[in-house]
T-cell receptor, first 111, second 115 residues
């Protein structure tokens, strides 16, 4: 079945710098790749997603890139701010809706 | 739009009792709802997928007789943890899919503590 690997498990960056989180997936039929942000004790919230017919998508300081050939996708956060501190999860799915989750990345923004 | 509520937000119960958790899509009809379990500092673990009017599909290793799921309408799914034990203590989160491009919307979660 599908497997999603996420790296790094913890990422610490200086406020204002960029952060990059990477995920790889195993099932070439996967066509939907969301990224969720989860603050402690709260629900995961969708921050950006990308579909397999697109290579890159951007929303203000957040961008996601997808390399279908290599089967990996990445989350890029620029000009990081303290409120970006959270756990970020990537996921992948096919058209049957079941999301396969990465293990998560704890992002720490240092002031 | 796309708001999912979950009730209760937290519950403490004695070992051996049953606990029911409700998940509601407030402003859309959810063709599919998902139940997850999350341990501290870990990822979301899918327990089961439920579709309105049909039996839930459970993931491998999840006991269907212990975690009863009922999806009675397009806006409500319930998870009942039967004969709860301390090892069932966890954060349970539901999500709903409005049938639009795989996007899932999450409820706020339920913190279950079994004494």
């Amino acid at each position: 079945g599908e497997n999603v690997e996420q790296h790094p498990s913890t990422l610490s960056v200086q406020e204002g710098d960029s952060a990059v989180i990477k995920c790889t997936y195993s099932d070439s039929a996967s066509n939907y790749f969301p990224w969720y942000k989860q603050e402690l004790g709260k629900r995961p919230q969708l921050i950006i997603d990308i579909r397999s017919n697109v290579g890159e998508k951007k929303d203000q300081r957040i961008a996601v890139t997808l390399n279908k050939t290599a089967k990996h996708f990445s989350l890029h956060i620029t000009e990081t701010q303290p409120e970006d501190s959270a756990v970020y999860f990537c996921a992948a799915s096919k058209s049957n809706y079941q999301l396969i989750w990465g293990a998560g990345t704890k992002l720490i923004i240092k002031p | 739009g796309a708001v999912v509520s979950q009730h209760p937000s937290w519950v403490i119960c004695k070992s051996g009792t049953s606990v029911k958790i409700e998940c509601r899509s407030l402003d859309f009809q959810a063709t599919t709802m998902f139940w997850y379990r999350q341990f501290p500092k870990q990822s979301l673990m899918l327990m089961a997928t439920s579709n309105e009017g049909s039996k839930a599909t459970y993931e491998q290793g999840v006991e269907k007789d212990k975690f009863l799921i009922n999806h009675a309408s397009l806006t409500l799914s319930t998870l009942t943890v039967t004969s709860a034990h301390p090892e069932d203590s966890s954060f349970y989160i539901c999500s709903a899919d409005r049938g639009n491009y795989n996007e899932q919307f999450f409820g706020p979660g339920t913190r279950l503590t079994v004494l």
